[in-house]
Structures are given as structure tokens and as C-alpha cells.
């Protein structure tokens, strides 16, 4: 069974950092792909990052901000946010898929491509 479980959501003031942690169960790093999504209240569900076989992928709304990181050791898949902004304010999910994206940059932040969906935790960031 693939199991996927998002935690270290929090409030923060603009400016301000935290780090989101996935933890994996189920499968293994090297044939799956790990995404980070968001969804803010009466938007969509967004990509925000991704990791597919070591390669990170990110949405533009967040490069230079949040980071990537996987931890074998720990089955944990890390999101480094730095200089969060009022914008970032949404439910955080992370996500998996066998596969990897291949020349796609994007398909990473493609949430209809994922087969299994963890809980959401939620991030609000105020001004």
C-alpha cells in the first residue's frame, strides 16, 4: 500500500519559513515521482514542486523560494519554504506516481497525474 502523509503546516508571519515534511510508505524514490500541490480557498489545486528520480521541478510562483529535498533514510520528501509571501496561504499536499517526468518539465505539477494523495496540511502566512 502507498501511503503518503503531509505534516508541518503552521502559521507564519510574511517573510518567515517553514519546512513541510512527506512522509512515504509503499514505494521507493528511484520509480516515483514525489509532488508538493497547494490549494488556496476557491482556487484550484496547484503544482508547486516536484521530485522525479533526484531531479527537483518547480512551479515559477515558487522558485528561488522553496527547495526540494528527498531523505531516504527517513522515507521523507522535505518542502524548504523561505520568504513566504500572503499568497503562499493554502492547504499543502503531497502526492505520488510511478514514473518519472521524463523531458516534461511540467508534468511534475500536473495534479491529474498522480495516482496517490496524502492529507493536506495547512500554511498561513499573514502580512
Known amino acids: 500500500d502507498v501511503q503518503l502523509q503531509a505534516s508541518g503546516g503552521g502559521s507564519v508571519q510574511a517573510g518567515g519559513s517553514l519546512r513541510l515534511s512527506c512522509k512515504v510508505s509503499?514505494?521507493?524514490?528511484?520509480?516515483?515521482?514525489i509532488g508538493w500541490f497547494r490549494q488556496a480557498p476557491g482556487k484550484e489545486r496547484e503544482g508547486v514542486s516536484y521530485?522525479?528520480?533526484?531531479?527537483?521541478g518547480y512551479a515559477d510562483s515558487v522558485k528561488g523560494r522553496f527547495t526540494i529535498s528527498v531523505e531516504d533514510a527517513k522515507n521523507t520528501v522535505y518542502l524548504q519554504m523561505n520568504s513566504l509571501e500572503p499568497e503562499d496561504t493554502a492547504v499543502y499536499y503531497c502526492?505520488?506516481?510511478?514514473?518519472?517526468?521524463?523531458?516534461?518539465?511540467?508534468?511534475?505539477?500536473?495534479?491529474?497525474?498522480?495516482?496517490?494523495w496524502g492529507q493536506g496540511t495547512l500554511v498561513t502566512v499573514s502580512s
Open positions: 509503499g514505494l521507493s524514490f528511484d520509480l516515483y515521482v
Open positions: 521530485m522525479s528520480n533526484g531531479s527537483p
Open positions: 502526492a505520488g506516481v510511478r514514473g518519472s517526468v521524463g523531458d516534461d518539465y511540467h508534468l511534475g505539477t500536473r495534479a491529474r497525474w498522480y495516482t496517490y
